[in-house]
C-alpha cells in the first residue's frame, strides 16, 4: 500500500462477544502477537515470529476485537517520524508529504486513513502523542504502570506504556478500558488507586464536562514553539475557557533539562535492552569464524540502522565506568526533579496543557540528516515519560493546514480527567 | 534447521541453537570479575629480593556460587527440576525473548534470607537488582539480572573449625542472581569445537553469589569453610549437594612475604601488602575437595616461583581436575566493565520485616554443642552426628527413646559407618529410619546380641531391604527369655554343687564352667555376659 501504514496485514480474530466486538485495531509492530511477525521496524527482526501474545494482545482478543496488522514504525521506537523503519517512511494521510511522526506513525496513520477503527501504539518519550498530533487524530499515553507492557519489544523500559490511538476520546478511552489493569506478568504494573471513580469505566469519563476545570500552562513549553502551533494551542484553550474551564500560567523549570535527561536514560537503557539482538538467535548470523565478539559486532553492524547504533553507542557511553555518574546518574537526579516539578504544579491544576509538539508535521526527508533537531522537537512529550504521568493528545486544530495537537497531563492514575477533559474538544 | 535461522523463536521447543565456531578464548562455565583488592597494574612482579627475608603467607579468598533450592526459577514460572531433554524448562521470560519481563520468585528471596540469618549478615529494608552487561552466548539478554550495591545479605561471618582450632570468616556480601543457560561445544573443545549448542534449562536458576573477604591462610581452612557452608545451607533446606553444579567456585591466591604485613600478624594484613601481591584468581572449582587441590597446587606453583626468584603473573588460571593442575587462560581477563544499572522491571522489594518472619532451623554449630552438653558427647561423635541435618535428626529420635550413648554409637558409627561402607547417606532410607530405631530397641531391650544386631541384623537390613524381624527371624537370632535364661542358672548351680563349692572357695574360673552349662542350657541364644552377671547374683545371694 502507498502510505505503507502496515509492516504485516494479517486478520487475528478475537472472540464472537465483548466490548470491542466490531472494533478492528491496528497494533504497532513492537508488540507481541503469536505467530505473526513482529519486526519493531528493524531488519534484526524481520523474521521474528513471537511464540506468545502480549498481555494487551491477549486482552484486545479476549475483549471480541478483530486485529487487522502490524503498524509500521520507528526502528525499536527510536525516531519522530517513523523514516527509520528498516520497511521505508509512512504518509501521513492527513497531511500528505509530510511524516506522520513517530515512533508509533504506523498506528496514527491506520487510525487517520481509516484502516483501522482504533490502534496500539507504544509511547517512551511521546511515541503516541507525537503521531497523534501529526495525523490528526487522539492518542494516550497512560500512567506508568496502569498498562501491561509485558509482550511491548523494550526500548526504554523505565519509561514507556502502550496506549490506544482513535479517532475519538471516547473510543481511545474505551480502548483503554480494555487495556489496563494490573498484570502478574509485568511486575511494575499497579492498581489504580480507589478513588470515587475507579468503578467506572474509562469510557464513561468522555463527558466533555470542563466546567470548573483549572487548567496550568507551563510558559516553559510554549517557548520556542512554532508561531502557527502556539496561536492553535490558545485557540484551544479559549474554546475550554468558554466551556467552563480557567487557566493560569505555571512555571516547570526543570523540564529545561528533560530532553538530555531523557536521550540518557533512554538510550542507556537501549543500549542493555537490545543486547540480545547479537546474530546468533535473532538478524543475520555475523559468521561463524574467529572471535565471537567479532561476529557478534558484524550481525550487529550490519542489522541495526543508523539512528539505533548511534543511540546504542550513546547509551554504552553514558553508563559506561568514568561516565556514569557524569551521565546516567546526573540524568536520574534530573528525573526526579522533573517528578518534583511536576507533583508541585499538578498541586495547583486539575490538568496541565501544551502544545503537544512545538512544531507542525516535518516534511518527508526533512529531519533524517539533524537527528538533535529531531531529538528536541521532543521537548514537549518527554518531560511526562520522565514524570510517569498520564497524558493525551487531541486534535487542536490546524496551521496552514497541517495538523496541530494539544497535550493534557494529568496527575497519576488521573486518566479520567483528561479524556473529560479532551473529549471537550472535539 | 538451518543454522543461525532464527525462526527458532516461532516455537519454543526446538532444542539447541547454536554459535558457530565461536573462538572463544578462556571460557571458563562461570564467568565473573569483582576484585577483592584494588585493581592494581597488571605486570606488578614480587622481586626475589624481598622473598629471601622471610617466610612466605598464602592469603586466599572466595567467591562462592550455590544453586538455590526453588521449585522454580528466579524471574519465570519454569521448573528448576534437572532433565536431559536439552531447552526443555524454558518459556519467553528466560529465554530472553523480546518482550518478556522477570517478575521475582519471592521463594529465592527467601532463601536468601535464611542464608543472611545464618550468616548473621544485614539485611537492607529493601532489596533491589541490577543489569550486569556483557556479552556472552549463554546469556539470554546479553545481561545478567544480578545484585549490585544493596545486596540482600552484607557482612555476615561463618565460623569454622579447622584442625582443632576456631576461625572466624568474614563474608563480604552475598547476593541473588539469575544462572546464564550452558554451553555445550561438540566436536572439540572451547576453540577447535565444530558448533555449540546452548542449553537454557540452567538459565534462570536462582543463585547467590557468597563472597568472602581474603581471610582464608591455607587450602585447608577453605576446605573446612566450603564443608561448613555446604553443612549450613543444606541444614537450611536451599541447598542440594547432589546436584550437578550447584556449587561453583572462584578463588583468589596470593602469597605474601610476612615481613610484608605492618602488623605482624598475619591475621591481619593490609591492604598495601595486598595491593603489592600478584594474585592469581582460580576458576572453574566445583566441590571441597577440588578447591583444597587446586589451591594447594596453585600455592605450591606459585611459592616455587617466588623461591627461584621467577615473577608470580597476575593471572586467571584454569583449575584441570582430571589433570590436577591448574592451567593459564592465555589471554588476560582485561578489567572489565560491567555496566551496572538499575533493573526497572523489577521495583525494589520491601525485606525489611522478613529477617523476624522467617525462622531458620539450628545451625551444624550451635547444634554439635548443645549434643555435647546435653547428651554428654564427645566433640568427634557431636560431629558425626550434626554432619547433615537428616543424621542430626534421626539421632534426637533415638536419643529420646533410648540411652543417648547407645543412641550414638548406633548412629554414628553402626548406621553411618555401614552406610559409608556402601556409598549411602542416610537420605537412601527415607522412610525406613524406624526400621533402624526397631533395630536398636531389640537391642536395648535385649532381645538380640549387639554383634548379631551390628553384623547381621544392619547389613542385612541395608542390602537386602528386610525389617530387622524379617531377618531376626530367618536367621533365629532371637535371644533367649530372660526367664529361660534364669530358669537355666538355677538349674545349672543346682545340678554342679562342686563347680559351686569351688567358687565359694575362690576358684573364679569354676564360673566359665557354669556360664557353659548355661549355655548349652539355653541353645547358646544367651549372652554370655549376662549369664555371667546373673549368676554370680545367683551364687551371692
Ligand atoms: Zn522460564
Not at chain 1, 519489544?153 to 474505551?174: H, K, M, R, W
Not at chain 1, 542507556?268 to 547479537?278: G, T
Not at chain 1, 540502522?305 to 547509551?315: A, C, M, N, S
Amino acid at each position: 500500500m502507498s502510505a505503507n501504514i502496515f509492516i504485516t496485514e494479517e486478520t487475528i480474530d478475537g472472540v464472537e462477544d465483548g466490548p470491542l466486538a466490531d472494533t478492528t485495531v491496528a497494533v504497532k509492530d513492537n508488540i507481541s502477537t503469536e505467530g505473526i511477525l513482529t519486526t519493531c521496524g528493524s531488519a534484526m527482526l524481520d523474521d521474528y515470529v513471537p511464540p506468545y501474545d502480549a498481555t494487551v494482545v491477549s486482552r484486545l482478543k479476549d475483549a471480541g476485537a478483530t486485529i487487522v496488522g502490524k503498524t509500521n514504525m520507528d526502528e525499536f521506537g527510536m525516531g519522530t517520524t517513523t523514516e527509520t523503519s528498516a520497511f521505508g517512511a509512512t504518509e501521513n494521510p492527513a497531511a500528505p508529504g509530510h511524516v506522520p511522526g513517530g515512533s508509533s506513525g504506523g498506528s496514527a496513520a491506520a487510525v487517520a486513513a481509516g484502516e483501522a477503527d482504533v490502534a496500539l501504539g507504544s509511547d517512551t518519550g511521546g511515541s503516541i502523542r507525537c503521531p497523534a498530533a501529526f495525523c490528526g487524530v487522539v492518542g494516550i499515553k497512560p500512567t506508568y504502570g496502569l498498562v501491561s507492557r509485558y509482550g511491548l519489544v523494550a526500548y526504554g523500559n523505565s519509561l514507556e506504556q502502550i496506549g490506544p490511538f482513535a479517532t475519538s476520546v471516547e473510543d481511545a478511552a474505551a480502548t483503554l478500558d480494555v487495556i489496563a489493569g494490573p498484570d502478574d506478568r509485568d511486575a511494575t504494573t499497579r492498581e489504580p488507586p480507589a478513588d470515587g471513580e475507579s468503578d467506572s469505566s474509562y469510557a464513561d469519563a468522555a463527558t466533555g464536562d470542563v466546567d470548573g476545570l483549572s487548567i496550568g500552562v507551563p510558559t516553559e513549553l510554549l517557548e520556542g514553539a512554532d508561531e502557527g502551533v502556539v496561536d492553535t494551542f490558545w485557540d484551544a484553550i479559549d474554546d475550554l475557557e468558554s466551556q467552563g474551564a480557567s487557566y493560569h500560567e505555571v512555571s516547570l523549570p526543570s523540564v529545561e533539562h528533560a530532553v538530555e535527561a531523557y536521550y540518557v536514560i533512554a538510550m542507556s537503557e537501549a543500549s542493555s535492552n537490545l543486547a540480545r539482538f547479537d546474530g546468533v538467535r535473532y538478524g543475520e548470523s555475523g559468521g561463524y569464524d574467529g572471535n565471537w565478539n567479532e561476529t557478534f559486532a558484524t550481525a550487529r553492524k550490519e542489522g541495526f540502522g543508523d539512528e539505533v547504533k548511534r543511540r546504542i553507542l550513546l547509551g554504552t557511553y553514558a553508563l559506561s565506568a568514568g561516565y556514569h555518574d557524569k551521565y546516567y546518574k546526573k540524568a536520574q537526579d534530573a528525573r526526579a526533579w522533573v517528578k518534583q516539578d511536576f507533583d508541585g504544579v499538578l498541586e495547583e491544576a486539575d490538568v496541565l496543557a501544551s502544545p503537544t509538539m512545538p512544531v507542525p508535521p516535518f516534511e518527508r526527508g526533512e529531519s533524517l540528516d539533524d537527528p538533535l533537531q529531531m531529538y528536541l522537537a521532543d521537548a514537549n512529550t518527554v518531560p511526562v515519560n520522565l514524570a510517569d504521568l498520564p497524558a493525551i493528545s487531541v486534535p487542536a486544530g490546524e496551521t496552514d493546514g497541517l495538523p496541530v495537537g494539544l497535550q493534557l497531563v494529568g496527575p497519576a492514575f488521573g486518566e479520567r480527567e483528561l479524556i473529560r477533559a479532551g473529549s471537550a474538544l472535539s | 534447521m538451518a543454522p543461525h535461522e532464527s525462526s527458532f523463536v516461532t516455537d519454543i521447543e526446538p532444542a539447541t541453537e547454536h554459535v558457530a565456531g565461536v573462538g572463544i578464548d578462556g571460557l571458563a562455565p562461570y564467568r565473573r570479575v569483582v576484585t577483592f583488592y584494588p585493581h592494581q597494574p597488571e605486570s606488578r612482579v614480587m622481586t626475589a629480593q624481598t622473598v629471601q627475608q622471610g617466610d612466605l603467607v598464602t592469603v586466599i579468598g572466595l567467591e562462592v556460587h550455590v544453586q538455590l533450592e526453588t521449585d522454580t526459577k528466579i524471574f519465570c514460572g519454569c521448573s528448576t527440576e534437572q532433565t536431559d531433554e536439552p531447552n526443555e524448562h524454558v518459556c519467553p521470560v528466560c529465554l530472553g525473548l523480546p518482550g518478556a519481563l522477570p517478575v521475582l520468585n519471592e521463594g529465592a528471596v527467601e532463601a536468601a534470607v535464611k542464608i543472611g540469618k545464618a550468616i548473621d549478615a544485614e539485611i537492607p529494608e529493601e532489596t533491589r537488582f541490577h543489569r550486569k552487561n556483557y556479552y556472552y552466548p549463554d546469556l539470554p539478554k546479553n545481561f545478567q539480572i544480578t545484585q549490585y550495591d544493596e545486596p540482600i545479605c552484607a557482612d555476615g561471618e561463618l565460623e569454622v573449625a579447622v584442625e582443632g582450632t576456631r576461625r572466624t570468616i568474614t563474608i563480604e556480601r552475598a547476593h541473588l542472581e539469575e544462572d546464564p543457560g550452558s554451553l555445550q561445544h561438540v566436536g572439540g573443545g572451547i576453540d577447535t569445537a565444530d558448533y555449540t549448542l546452548v542449553n537454557y534449562n540452567r538459565a534462570g536458576t536462582p543463585l547467590m553469589e557468597i563472597v568472602t573477604a581474603p581471610d582464608f591462610r591455607s587450602p585447608s581452612e577453605v576446605r573446612a569453610f566450603l564443608a561448613e557452608l555446604e553443612e549450613v545451607l543444606e541444614y537450611l533446606g536451599v541447598f542440594d549437594a547432589e546436584r550437578d553444579g550447584s556449587l561453583r567456585i572462584d578463588a583468589n591466591l596470593s602469597i605474601i612475604p610476612e615481613d610484608e604485613i605492618e602488623s605482624g600478624d598475619i591475621d591481619d594484613i593490609g591492604s598495601s601488602a595486598l595491593e603489592t601481591a600478584n594474585r592469581t584468581e582460580v576458576k572453574n572449582i566445583s566441590s571441597h575437595k577440588g578447591a583444597q587441590k587446586a589451591l594447594a597446587y596453585e600455592e605450591t606453583r606459585q611459592k616455587n616461583a617466588i623461591e627461584r626468584g621467577r615473577a608470580v603473573e597476575q593471572e586467571t588460571r584454569h583449575w584441570d581436575e582430571s589433570r590436577g593442575i591448574t592451567v593459564s587462560m592465555r589471554s588476560k581477563e582485561e578489567e572489565k566493565d560491567y555496566r551496572y544499572f538499575e533493573e526497572a522491571d523489577l521495583p525494589p522489594l520491601r525485606v525489611a520485616d522478613w529477617k523476624d518472619e522467617i525462622s531458620i532451623p539450628e545451625l551444624p554449630s550451635a547444634r554439635r554443642e548443645r549434643f555435647q552438653a546435653e547428651y554428654g558427647l564427645d566433640e568427634e561423635s557431636a560431629s558425626k552426628l550434626t554432619s547433615t541435618k537428616q543424621v542430626a535428626d534421626f539421632y534426637e529420635t533415638v536419643a529420646a527413646e533410648f540411652d543417648p550413648d547407645l543412641a550414638a554409637t548406633w548412629v554414628a558409627d553402626n548406621l553411618l559407618g555401614e552406610l559409608n561402607y556402601r556409598d549411602m547417606e542416610i537420605t537412601d532410607l527415607e522412610g525406613r529410619l524406624n526400621e533402624v530405631t526397631r533395630l536398636v530397641e531389640l537391642v536395648a531391650t535385649d532381645e538380640i546380641t549387639a554383634k548379631n544386631a551390628r553384623e547381621t541384623v544392619l547389613r542385612s537390613m541395608l542390602d537386602d531391604e528386610r525389617t530387622p524381624e524379617e531377618i531376626v527371624d530367618a536367621e533365629g537370632l532371637g535371644k533367649t527369655g530372660e526367664d529361660e535364661v534364669q530358669q537355666a542358672v538355677v538349674e545349672a548351680i543346682d545340678e554342679n554343687p562342686d563347680a559351686v563349692s569351688d567358687y565359694e572357695s575362690g576358684d573364679d574360673g569354676a564360673i566359665n564352667f557354669l556360664v557353659g552349662q548355661v549355655m548349652q542350657k539355653t541353645g547358646g541364644s544367651a549372652d554370655p555376659g549376662d549369664v555371667n552377671q546373673l549368676l554370680r547374683a545367683e551364687l551371692e545371694a
